[in-house]
């Protein structure tokens, strides 16, 4: 009788142990089961994701580089073409043309990623029969399998074609400037040196004939061209000539008394001439001093006394 109960309890505590074992494995199963559903449903949104990305997205597997995911935005890089279950060399050979096949090949060598900015890239546009110059910012990453393995690559790309030639117009524009900014430097020099003209009449002898009206930054202009050139020449006579001015100011009078005065300073012997009457009624009514600068008449007249004192 003993041994009956005995052994009625052990099929019993087996039947219990049994059902524990039963109901651990069914909710292993079910905890399973939920993080399948959770990883199906994170899968599926990232795969959404990445096909209603703007950027263009593909992801190629084998060495060979097959396609195996293509977003709608990388598939319009390529219209009318079958990428899908294609390698690279097939599908878009323009990409074997310019090297990004090497590209490709280290990253799924090494597993190093490759980021590249401002990348041109020539597409051929079916539609257009054409090439078409693009710059994309990009990236190739490797694709790994659950040991580790590399086993593909994929690609990242945002297109900032827009963007790299409104730059490119930009720099243009700039040199454009640059250059426009350098010819009118070199237009107002040919007009400074024009403006005062400077003529060697003998050795030591140079005449500044003066034509039109002088303000305060062609006076200016005269005194700095007339000064380097004295300088540089050894000049001991210089005649001012007058003669073109079309009209006599305080400003142009103290600009001519300016010139004289420098000019002596650097030892020369200034001849003022073409005064007329009216100029030298005028010189007066101003107090324009004159005194130690050689006045005559006439270019000639200057010219000849020039001549005679050398």
């Avoid at 009624?281 to 600068?293: A, E, M, P, T």
Wanted: proline share 4%.
């Amino acid at each position: 009788m003993a041994d009956e109960e005995r052994a009625h309890a052990d099929a019993s505590t087996s039947a219990e142990s049994a059902e524990r074992r039963i109901e651990a494995l069914e909710r292993a199963l079910s905890e399973a089961q939920g993080a399948l559903a959770e990883m199906r449903s994170t899968y599926q949104s990232l795969h959404d994701m990445l096909m209603h990305a703007r950027t263009p997205i593909c992801m190629w597997r084998g060495d060979d580089f097959v396609f195996t995911l293509v977003n709608p935005t990388y598939c319009a890089a390529f219209p009318g073409r079958q990428l899908l279950g294609k390698p690279l060399a097939e599908a878009v050979p323009e990409a074997i043309a310019q090297g990004f096949d090497a590209l490709l090949g280290d990253v799924y060598r090494t597993g190093k990623p490759f980021i590249g900015n401002e990348v041109p890239v020539k597409v051929h546009n079916t539609e257009k029969n054409c090439a078409e110059q693009h710059w994309f910012n990009i990236v190739y990453a490797a694709v790994r399998d659950e040991t580790g393995k590399i086993v593909g690559v994929c690609h990242y790309g945002v297109d900032i074609t827009e963007q790299v030639e409104a730059r490119h117009a930009a720099e243009a524009k700039a040199e454009e400037l640059r250059k426009s900014a350098e010819l009118i430097a070199k237009q107002k020099e040919t007009i400074r040196v024009l403006g005062t003209p400077l003529l060697p009449l003998a050795p030591g002898v140079l005449a500044a004939p003066l034509i039109g009206q002088i303000d305060a930054r062609r006076s200016e202009q005269l005194v700095e061209v007339l000064l380097d050139r004295v300088a540089a020449q050894g000049t001991t006579i210089v005649i001012l000539d007058v003669t073109g001015v079309e009209t006599i100011d305080m400003e142009a009078a103290n600009a001519l008394i300016r010139a004289a005065q420098a000019v002596q300073l650097l030892g020369a012997r200034v001849l003022v001439t073409g005064i007329q009457p009216s100029m030298a009624q005028v010189l007066v009514q101003l107090g324009v001093d004159l005194r130690g600068i050689d006045t005559y008449g006439t270019l000639q007249s200057g010219i000849a006394a020039a001549m005679g004192a050398r």
